[in-house]
């Protein structure tokens, strides 16, 4: 039942946020080209001289000593004046690399002023509702994953009951991490929708297992236990279960799974599945009676127990109680009766369905999920294109009232301007608001590229690969010299960490390109290491510029999908929320929104 609705935190104003975007527009327009240009040409095409005035050991200087906080005197006023300080008007090089980082760091979303706290939404979305039991999820997926859900799972539990729905469907949900646990901890009825088979049948099959253990987990919660291992279930827990069935554990094949395959297609029915809400310890014991003298129950008693969970009927066995002898007639009936309503409850609520299907802005949802009915959209860390469709599904579709998007992969986004001669009338991941439409705004995806990269986890000494970078920059320069190769079909990959030298790795690659690596003899190419080792500073000094400039061209992409939101009519409530912790998650920002009252 749909709660009163109270009052959602302040939000930034469509005007706002458009001329946030618009300042921030007129800063990437002179800065982007650093982003623009491929690590790989940096020597062949000679970027440093090219884009950077200073030296080297300059940059890395002023981009290693720390920045004053930009209040009071110490404030600059951004505009095209000071932007002429930091790139030269004539050349377009950078000249003030001082300047040019409080720059980046005053249009990152943190100074921006664009964000609504995370406690403040979830402060106003709270109402009267108590917080879940602390569920311990780094004992069933890894640390990162584990912040990502119980975070993400928290806001999306307190936007459902804001909306007073009871559906939710996760887009992108890979192996069913948020979504399993929406189900299971928050009892919310969750679709997860993948257009990967191997992902959709990983996700069932983990979600069997955790179901599996999941009274473990919660009795844990109960009792403040955080030294217990997994490995050691309750003896209660451990009667039921199947002999050949492996507990969940911090080592076990599920942490693997985010590393699968992500494609093919598969129908979605037979992986639905039917999981008992865990309502209460009553409950339990209720249906432990129930089933304690299941021999004098009617045969239809019993076909009313096969159709749950092999496991589900285990749990609730009458192996844990013993209870005196129940023969009378009426009361079997209402045994069967409270079975029967169980059934039904289970039937409505807890539910878990992993499904196979590919999502597009045009998808429609009903003929993937049946029983559609009020919902909210969610996605964590939905790649590319994805994240996009997402916001229009959302606003297309008058049964989804909310929607809680992470996206990333930004490099994998489609720009409707990048190639001019590509058709103009298909849904683009980038832009999407007018501003940026009307503006024919290009990143490239060289520049999407570096918004991937993780500022935060530089900053505490994650330090870029910086050698791997140079193997790579001199290995084109060789190619396109010797062979005269300036693009082909072929990735060199991952060589660097099997090679055992520059050497090594330079033979390796040339024969992953299919080139015919006897033509150069070892000096020639240890010539073309020595040519070059003394400038490997200028790469790095360069990679971090485009570290630096990293959350700018993701404020872009993010700020493009909030003015998109706010340009629709039907929309009460949007803004970008800091959900993550950014060095355990870099892609840390929620999208979100919700529809006015007249359309829920």
């Known amino acids: 039942m749909r709660r009163t609705r109270g009052a959602l935190p302040a939000q930034l104003p469509a005007a706002e946020a458009e001329e946030a975007l618009r ?234 799974q985010e590393l699968g395959n992500t494609q093919g297609l598969v129908p979605s029915c037979v992986f639905t599945e039917v999981a008992i809400s865990e309502t209460s310890k009553q409950t339990e014991i209720n249906l432990a009676q129930a089933q304690s003298d299941e021999s004098k129950l009617s045969e239809e008693a019993l076909a009313i127990l096969s159709v749950l969970p092999a496991d589900a009927v285990e749990v609730f066995s009458s192996s844990h109680c013993n209870y005196g002898e129940i023969c009378e007639e009426g009361k079997a009936q209402r045994k069967m009766a409270f079975i029967k309503a169980k059934v039904s409850k289970s039937s409505e609520s807890n539910l878990y369905f992993p499904l196979t299907s590919y999502i597009s802005a045009e998808t429609e949802l009903s003929d993937i999920i049946t029983d559609l009915e009020d919902c909210i959209m969610v996605g964590l860390h939905t790649c590319g294109d994805l994240a996009a469709n997402t916001l229009r599904i959302f606003t297309a579709k008058p049964e989804i009232k909310a929607v809680c998007s992470v996206g990333c992969c930004y490099h994998l986004l489609s720009e409707q301007y990048e190639n001019q001669e590509d058709c103009t009338e298909e849904m683009w991941g980038f832009p999407m608001c007018q501003y940026l439409k009307d503006e024919g705004w290009c990143c490239g995806r060289n520049a999407r590229m570096s918004a991937c990269l993780a500022l935060e986890r530089v900053a505490v000494g994650q330090m870029l690969p910086t050698e791997s970078l140079f193997y790579r920059a001199v290995l084109q320069v060789i190619v396109e010299e010797t062979y005269g190769v300036t693009k082909s079909d072929r990735h060199v990959g991952k060589i660097f960490s099997k090679s055992s030298s520059f050497l090594d790795y330079v033979r390796k690659s040339l024969k992953k390109l299919e080139l015919d690596d006897s033509k150069l003899p070892d000096s020639c190419i240890m010539d073309y290491y020595e040519k070059y080792k003394h400038r490997m500073n200028e790469l790095e000094a360069f990679n971090m510029l485009k570290v630096v400039l990293a959350p700018c061209v993701e404020v872009l992409i993010l700020l493009d999908r909030l003015c998109y939101l706010k340009e629709q009519n039907n929309i009460a409530w949007s803004g970008l929320v800091k959900l993550f912790d950014p060095v355990k998650s870099p892609r840390c920002y929620a999208v979100i929104a919700l529809k006015k009252q007249s359309c829920l």
């Open 23 to 256: 300042r921030l527009t007129r800063f990437l327009a002179r800065a982007l080209p650093l982003c623009r240009a491929h690590t790989t040409e940096f020597y062949v095409r000679g970027l440093w001289e090219q884009l950077v005035a200073a030296r080297p050991e300059v940059v890395l200087q002023a981009l290693r000593r720390p920045l004053p906080e930009a209040s009071g005197s110490a404030a600059v006023l951004w505009d095209d004046d000071t932007f002429s300080d930091v790139f030269c008007e004539n050349s377009k090089k950078l000249i003030n690399v001082h300047l040019f980082a409080l720059a980046a760091r005053h249009y990152s979303l943190p100074n921006l002023g664009v964000c609504t706290p995370l406690e403040d939404i979830l402060e106003a979305l709270r109402g009267d509702s108590q917080g879940a039991s602390g569920i311990k999820t780094d004992e069933f997926m890894n640390n990162k994953k584990s912040h990502e859900v119980q975070a993400m799972s928290e806001l999306v539990d307190k936007i459902a009951k804001y909306c007073g729905v009871e559906q939710v469907i996760d887009i992108g949900s890979g192996k069913g991490y948020l979504s399993s646990f929406l189900s299971m901890q928050y009892n919310l009825k969750v679709y997860g929708i993948d257009s990967s088979k191997t992902n959709t049948n990983g996700a069932h099959e983990r979600n069997r297992k955790l179901k599996k253990h999941w009274k473990t987990y919660q009795s844990r919660a109960r009792g403040g236990s955080e030294t217990q291992r997994l490995e050691k279930p309750m003896k209660s827990e451990v009667k039921c279960k199947a002999i050949n069935e492996k507990p969940l554990s911090n080592n076990s094949s599920l942490q693997s």
